[in-house]
């Protein structure tokens, strides 16, 4: 009797701790929806596999290759780098680095009139068919530039929210991921790892943080042209309160690692259907 009247208190211990545990995840995915990165998420394959595309048309290697290996190829994007993996990498950082009350106030914010504003204009924004929009806009700014004190203002929330910054990583995780996939064409004496192409690449760093800068200050005179100075000031505010600091933070560690997780599983992927095909030694 003893034993189960034990048994019963550990488990009444316990409970609180289990309630923490399913709050704080019912808190995580709350944000990962209401924040956008969800709809992020599902487009990352989608750009990965336009950035194949174009390698496969301009590797002379992969082009000699039969056209139902080049379509493996093409496809196993999508397992590598599929939306739930990745969700499951940045919902780990997210975890680790953010306490209930950082999920709470950064669910505040996201739920507050300007957040939902700020997190619509992003949505509408994330989808490819904008480009074209993007560019008429750009033309326009010629005739019509801004406002120096609208410019420094857009980089001051360039710098809040790390927008370069992670778009940055996702360029350089996505070449780094072709790359990968591409050297896995060649005989395995001329093989590199990982490591050695990531520090290759990494030497093209300025030249795409350059670019992206720039890209990015254009995106965001588009995406936040209907928000007052006063509005992006506050926006900016809440990127710096502490809880944004680490929200924004574990977002890109978890993006980053994700992207580097999924180029090892795809190079061994490409490598499989290499050997399948037989083609390997030929190329």
């Known amino acids: ?40 998420v599902r487009q990352l394959p989608l750009l990965i596999r336009s950035s194949v595309v174009q390698a ?24 590598s780098f599929s939306p739930e993996r990745i969700k499951k990498t940045i919902i780990k950082k997210i975890n680790a680095s953010m306490t209930v009350k950082d999920l709470d106030n950064v669910l505040n914010w996201l739920d507050s009139p300007l957040g939902k504003k700020c997190t619509r204009l992003e949505d509408a924004a994330s989808t490819p068919e904008i480009l074209s929009d993007v560019k008429k806009f750009a033309t326009r700014l010629k005739q019509a530039p801004p406002a120096d004190r609208r410019l420094n203002i857009l980089r001051k929330l360039d710098a809040a929210v790390k927008a370069t910054e992670t778009n940055v990583e996702i ?34 760093r300025p030249q ?13 005179l588009y995406i936040y042209r209907d928000l007052t100075n006063a509005e992006l000031e506050k926006y900016i505010r809440f990127a710096l309160s502490p809880s944004g600091i680490k929200y924004h933070d574990a977002t890109i560690s978890g993006f980053k690692k994700a992207l580097l997780d999924g180029s090892l599983k795809w190079g061994q992927s490409i490598a499989g259907i290499l050997n399948q095909s037989g083609h390997q030694s030929d190329i």
């Open 171 to 204: 360029a350089m995780n996505t070449q780094i991921a072709v790359a990968y996939a591409v050297v896995q064409s060649l005989p395995r004496e001329q093989q590199g790892s990982l490591k050695d192409i990531a520090a290759q690449l990494e030497k093209n």
């Open 56 to 79: 496969l048309e301009k590797d002379d290697r992969i082009n000699g290759l039969p056209r139902h290996t080049k379509t493996a190829i093409s496809g196993s994007v999508q397992e």
């Open 1 to 40: 009797m003893k034993a189960k009247t034990i048994l019963w208190m550990i488990v009444l211990l316990m409970l609180p701790v289990i309630a923490h545990a399913q709050n704080q995840n019912e808190l995580i995915q709350s944000l990962y929806i209401k924040s956008g990165i969800d709809k992020q």
């Open 208 to 220: 795409i943080e350059a670019v992206m800068k720039s890209q990015t200050l254009l995106f965001a």
